[in-house]
């Protein structure tokens, strides 16, 4: 699924330039959502998150890009912003990235350096998503396990071991070393205390974690396999269909 834009010009020819701009991406992994040249309008659409990266045409007499920074700049995840400028302004360059800008491109602008600071957008929502899933996947791996308070420092320790391994496989060996025990009595101590085989409980959360990630739309099943640590797509699709009854490509939005 393409990662969607929304596009602030408040300058004349905005609509030409959309075109000009929507041409640029074609073929890549990005589209324009939205479009508004109206400054509150655009401060809403941030904090309600309706596209995923901001591109700010910053232009005289506005200068919309620092104000729609300042105005979302209490949110506690701020969308990816890149501005561009109709001419090399450097003290607005400044002011830009002081307010949390990823990049400030000049017009003309270049396509493979607007794609570059795109890509840059991207990669730091990928960052985004794989923790915020990870974290989502662990709590409701979590959660089936026997709840009481004898547990609950052992499910504390667990979760804080598991947040560390986040990304690297989480072995018996690295979590027996991690409780302090050797491997043979923590797996015997993991299963009395906790009903199920270490083994068994990682598995759950990396398949809740690739349905999670295959969900969003934004990673293929090979992505998938390689961030969870298999060693191929095909191993990961073997291990996913006997777990679930289906393919990853089943879960992945299209």
Known sequence: MKLQIL??????????????????????????????????????????NRCDILVCFNRAPEFLAARLL????????????IVISEYDDSQRMRECFLLGAIDFLSEPVVPEDLLRALNRAAEMIHTRLIDSEYRTA???????????????????????????????????????????????YFGRWFKAKLGMTFGEF?????????????????????????????SSPDYFTRVFKRRTGQLPSDYRRL
């Open 70 to 81: 300042r105005l979302t700049d209490d949110l506690p995840v701020r969308m990816p912003t």
């Open 138 to 184: 662990l709590a409701d791996a979590l959660s089936i396990l026997p709840q009481s308070p004898q547990n609950t420092p052992i499910l504390a320790k667990l979760e804080d071991f598991l947040l560390r391994m986040k990304d690297q496989a989480a072995t018996v060996e690295l979590a027996a070393d991690y409780f302090g025990f050797n491997r043979d």
């Open 7 to 48: 596009v602030t010009d408040s300058g004349r020819y905005a609509v030409q330039r959309l075109d000009l701009f929507s041409a640029m991406l074609a073929d890549s992994g990005y589209t324009v959502g939205m479009h508004t040249a109206d400054l509150n309008e655009a401060v809403s659409l941030v904090r309600e």
């Open 202 to 230: 990682y598995k759950e959360l990396q398949i809740r974690y690739a349905r999670l990630l295959l969900e969003s739309g934004q990673f293929r099943v090979q992505d998938v396999s390689r961030l969870l640590g298999f």
